[in-house]
């Protein structure tokens, strides 16, 4: 990932913020290491703090209802504003009309402009012209590499000895990324080395350096694209635990993900994210979840891995019903259950030390 920020950005996520359409921007604001997110643009919120809104913790990035709001913020606190970011994510990866208009608006005031959607704005002749007439970059991030750039599965995936652990979850929108990110760094601070392989275009936005946007790639070379971040990430970090964002579920009708994860990065156990009140896959009501039992089954029979922890989306659910939900799995299924955006990874981080036997490649476990 970056080293340091590449500028000072905006986020634009009107009408979506702190829904599951704008899990773009929840995790900039949550973390990225690619930006200094200065402000949030959602006219529902304006005037409150962006992480009181979304975890009921303050994270000084406040929402104003327009980008006009945003950049006299910005000049008050005397800073300079670089980068507008799309942080919307919605159905279909669509673009709406009216996005584009911000956008256009952003180029004139000399942003450079990141958009992870499936409607590319380098292929918007009047926003190419805005880009080139104020001297600012466009980056369409779920715009498909190149083929020559691309890689077909080897088998090299074998070589990698590092612990990978698969990040997987029940449903789309649930929590899969940033619960990863949480793992990586209770790893590092734990002493640990580890990586996050970004498999979506927010794990880039956050500055994933081993990233691959997989909904963008062409099906032929999804298992090679895999193989090759997580092949890269051990060649050149040889770290001590490689975690695999995982993209959608197995038994999602409309984002059935997980199966080339499993069968190209080879992971060594997984991690299941849940949520246990919702009731229907993301979006599309009348599709039920599928049982939990039966989505660890899936996942178990299909990579002949086990899953070792559940870790828990609470949406919807009081503390109590957390806390009964993770007494409820241990008992179920005598698999340990976390909420680590509620507790933090630590805890997390400590059960897979334990069972995995991990030996860290520095020395400072005075806290496991």
Known sequence: MNTSPEGNAIVYCQDAFNTLNGKTAHGLVRFTNRYKVLSVIDSKYAGQDSGMVLDGKPNNIPIFSSMQEAIINAKTNKKT??????????DGGRLDPKAKEVIKAALR???SVDCGLHDYLT???EIKYLADRFDVKIRDIRKPPHRKHLHFFSGKIEEVTSLKIAMLGTDSAIGKRTTAWILVNALNELGYTAEMIGTGQTAWLQGAKFSIVLDSLVNDFVSGEIEHAVHSAWSMKNPDVIVIEGQGSLLNPAYPGGFEILAAARPDIIILQHAPARLEYDGFPGYKLHPLEKQIEALEIISGKPVVAITINHENM??????NSIVDIYNRFQKPAFDVL????????????????????KKNLETV
């Open 81 to 90: 504003i670089t980068h507008f970011v799309v942080g919307l994510a919605p």
């Open 109 to 111: 005031n000399k942003f």
């Open 123 to 125: 292929e918007d002749e």
């Open 318 to 323: 009081s503390n109590e019903e957390i806390e």
């Open 342 to 361: 509620k507790e933090g990874g630590q805890g997390l981080a400590k059960e897979l030390i334990k069972l995995m036997g991990l030996k860290a490649k």
